[in-house]
């Protein structure tokens, strides 16, 4: 048994291939059959044709600071990213102490907007 099936997406399976339709099964967090699935599942989720695609890879971002007052990334995972390439272009925010928050903060004050910002 399955721990989850979505049936009847459209299956984009990141091989460059074209969609199909078809079905993705889940099992202790891993996707482990993908096509025309057969047997049951603790949760089936019944798709009418949405995208069913592994995640995106942000290979070129800048939201090491968002990380900071928004650690769960919802934006990004709204859009399928679930994997970021922080520290482009010679910055790298991370590990960041407490006695280097206000050089950080000069440093960035042209490109953040927002200089009160609270780091964690």
């Known amino acids: ?5 979505f049936r009847g997406g459209r299956v984009m399976d990141g091989t460059g291939n074209p969609w199909f339709h078809g079905d993705v099964a889940v099992k202790d967090g891993l996707i482990v059959e993908v096509g025309r699935v057969e047997g049951d599942a603790e949760t089936v989720i019944k ?3 949405e995208v069913v695609a592994p995640g995106f890879i942000d290979t070129h971002s800048h939201s090491d600071l968002l990380l900071f007052t928004e650690p769960q990334a919802e934006a990004k995972i709204m859009q399928g ?3 970021e390439i922080v520290g482009q272009d010679g910055l790298g925010e991370a590990p960041i102490t407490e006695e280097d928050v206000a050089e950080w903060r000069r440093y960035l004050s042209g490109l953040n907007g927002d200089p009160d910002i609270e780091w964690t």
């Open 47 to 49: 798709l009418r044709g």
């Open 81 to 83: 990213v679930t994997t």
């Open 1 to 5: 048994m399955f721990d989850c099936i």
